[in-house]
């Protein structure tokens, strides 16, 4: 099976920046949409972003454009997502997902997850 590990999460100050990451590994893995969700406590899970295979198209949450910026390298199986200007709404749980032959990952069944990594922004 296909595993998803996240890495860069922790804390951060409002105005500070942030990059996550997240390397699949353990299976054959091409052809996947990648992207990020986030769940802060008491709300639902919600997307963050996303981009295609293999990576002509991004797509973000309203709330997040022109301050994150996703990427991925395709060599590495891995893709980033660069927080900068970071503010406490963006405190939450962000999750790596994958989804195989899909286009585009914001309305995806995602087919692979990783663990989480906690996200905290002080103000």
């Known amino acids: 099976q296909v595993q998803l590990v996240e890495s860069g999460g922790g804390l951060v100050q409002a105005g500070g920046s942030l990059r996550l990451s997240c390397a699949a590994s353990?299976?054959?893995?091409?052809?996947?949409?990648m992207g990020w969700f986030r769940q802060a406590p008491g709300k639902e899970r919600e997307f963050v972003a996303g981009?295609?295979?293999?990576?002509?198209?991004?797509d973000y949450l309203d709330s997040v454009k022109g301050r994150f910026t996703i990427s991925r390298d395709n060599a590495k199986n891995t893709v980033y997502l660069q927080m900068n200007s970071p503010k406490p709404e963006d405190t939450a749980v962000y999750y790596c997902?994958?989804?195989?032959?899909?286009?585009?990952?914001?309305?995806?069944?995602?087919?692979?997850w990783g663990q989480g990594t906690q996200v905290t922004v002080s103000s």
């Open positions: 997902a994958a989804a195989k032959e899909i286009y585009s990952l914001r309305y995806a069944v995602c087919d692979y």
């Open positions: 981009i295609s295979w293999p990576g002509g198209t991004i």
């Open positions: 353990g299976g054959t893995f091409s052809r996947a949409a």
